[in-house]
């Protein structure tokens, strides 16, 4: 077993109530928003949109996974067990858009069918 990091765009309340009002930009959720769409086009751009939210602090380290292989991470960040599962933050289900790190500081992200360096 390897223990991955699990890393997740997450808004604060402030930032989900200027959102709601609809007075200024959130940067947080502009780019959480640009991962979204850059999943439809080529790695390139996740790979540009992603590295930038990670430079920016856009992401969280919300949890560390004991598992066998980025496949795995999914499954135990989905269904469990609880167990194998260390939260750091309040931690949403494995979904796109969320990075996966090695201990060895190779970084995935999580796409609509499979996975991204």
């Known amino acids: 077993m390897t ?4 890393f997740q765009i997450h808004l604060s309340y402030l930032q989900y109530t200027i959102l709601a009002e609809g007075k200024f930009p959130v940067p947080k959720e ?8 850059a999943m439809d086009e080529d790695a390139q751009s996740i790979d ?5 939210a990670l430079e ?3 992401y969280d380290h919300v949890a560390d ?9 999914f499954r135990v960040g989905n269904v469990g067990p609880e167990e194998a599962i260390t939260r750091h ?14 201990d060895d500081g190779w970084r995935y992200v999580v796409l609509p069918s499979g996975f991204a360096p």
Do not use: C, N
Request: aromatic share 12%; proline share 2%.
């Open 30 to 37: 502009q780019w959480r928003k640009r991962i979204q769409v």
């Open 48 to 52: 540009k949109y992603v590295s930038h």
């Open 56 to 58: 920016e602090g856009f």
């Open 65 to 73: 996974i004991e598992a066998t292989d980025l496949h795995d991470v």
């Open 3 to 6: 223990s991955f990091k699990v």
């Open 89 to 102: 933050a309040p931690m949403h289900s494995i979904s796109v858009g969320d990075v996966i790190e090695y």
